[in-house]
T-cell receptor, first 116, second 111 residues
Framework: SAVISQKPSRDICQRGTSLTIQCQVDSQVTMMFWYRQQPGQSLTLIATANQGSEATYESGFVIDKFPISRPNLTFSTLTVSNMSPEDSSIYLC?????????????FGPGTRLTVT | RKEVEQDPGPFNVPEGATVAFNCTYSNSASQSFFWYRQDCRKEPKLLMSVYSSGNEDGRFTAQLNRASQYISLLIRDSKLSDSATYLCVVNPETGANNLFFGTGTRLTVIP
């Protein structure tokens, strides 16, 4: 499976500021995904990042709050804008890999964000 | 109704025991199913994919019951290292990328 890295691994930010999270994959992938995992909860998909087109956002998530870039097939960024304490969460990117005719998703190590 | 529902546990079992987790899903058209393992403060790691009636990998067996819309994960001969949260994940549409995650079942294997 692909090797995925994320930067930063963690950060503490003040409310009202923005943070950009980077996701790097060691191979070219068509689909990259951004998830959020709030404390004590499971994962929620924020958006799907396709190279060469705008990201597709899930219900409850908007581009102004979570702008995404996908400049090439190995890299994506997620920005958490105008942060509030409610944005404190783990943010994970994932990629899709075809195995046995079905797609499986693999996750990066996550970025732990605390907003004060 | 949630897309995916799991018993949150915790399950506390002794080493060597057999433990089973169940997960139910709401969309009868769902095509692919997964079990992920997530250790504390780590990312989820794919444990098993379930595309037909079931899958077995060493001490781990996953079974799919489409009629009752549930997936199970059986762990035999539990090891201390099996302690983790196990996430049931469902892809509701063939060819789509959206995954629905259960809230996870926490397992602790006791010496």
């Amino acid at each position: 499976s692909a090797v995925i890295s994320q930067k930063p691994s963690r950060d503490i930010c003040q409310r009202g500021t923005s943070l950009t999270i980077q996701c790097q994959v060691d191979s070219q992938v068509t689909m990259m995904f951004w998830y959020r995992q709030q404390p004590g909860q499971s994962l929620t998909l924020i958006a799907t990042a396709n190279q060469g087109s705008e990201a597709t956002y899930e219900s409850g998530f908007v581009i102004d709050k979570f702008p995404i870039s996908r400049p090439n097939l190995t890299f994506s960024t997620l920005t958490v804008s105008n942060m509030s304490p409610e944005d404190s969460s783990i943010y994970l990117c994932s990629v899709e890999d075809l195995s046995g005719g079905f797609y499986e998703q693999y996750f990066g190590p996550g970025t732990r964000l605390t907003v004060t | 109704r949630k897309e995916v529902e799991q018993d949150p546990g915790p399950f506390n079992v002794p080493e060597g025991a057999t433990v089973a987790f169940n997960c139910t899903y709401s969309n009868s058209a769902s095509q692919s199913f997964f079990w992920y393992r997530q250790d504390c403060r780590k990312e989820p790691k794919l444990l098993m994919s379930v595309y037909s009636s079931g899958n077995e990998d060493g001490r781990f067996t996953a079974q799919l019951n489409r009629a009752s819309q549930y997936i199970s994960l059986l762990i035999r001969d539990s090891k201390l290292s099996d302690s983790a949260t196990y996430l049931c994940v469902v892809n509701p549409e063939t060819g789509a990328n959206n995954l629905f995650f259960g809230t996870g079942t926490r397992l602790t294997v006791i010496p």
